[in-house]
């Protein structure tokens, strides 16, 4: 595999799951299906694109982010689930 694709084909993924921005969807959909066959993994790797309603585990990573930004014990307590942080 190419060093530049994403985790989800790395690691053998079968599903990646996005959160759905109405405004960046045909954009997301070209990325998404130019990656997946640079990466060598269409066919392997279904990615869909749903909205928070449709998929509760995207709320997720909102929680721990409003979390992260608040601080104080609201950062320590999810300080262990967190392995990576990049400031942009």
Known sequence: MIS???AN???GAARLVLERDDSTFQAD???L?????KCG???RLRY???????????AVPDALAW????GGRWKDSIR?????????
């Open 48 to 58: 869909d694109q749903l909205r928070a309603h449709e998929e509760g585990l995207l």
């Open 33 to 37: 299906f130019e990656q997946v066959r």
């Open 80 to 88: 262990r689930m967190i392995s990576e942080s990049r400031q942009v």
């Open 41 to 43: 993994v269409d066919g």
């Open 4 to 6: 530049s694709c994403p």
């Open 29 to 31: 959909q070209r990325l």
């Open 9 to 11: 084909a790395k690691i």
């Open 67 to 70: 979390c992260w930004a608040k």
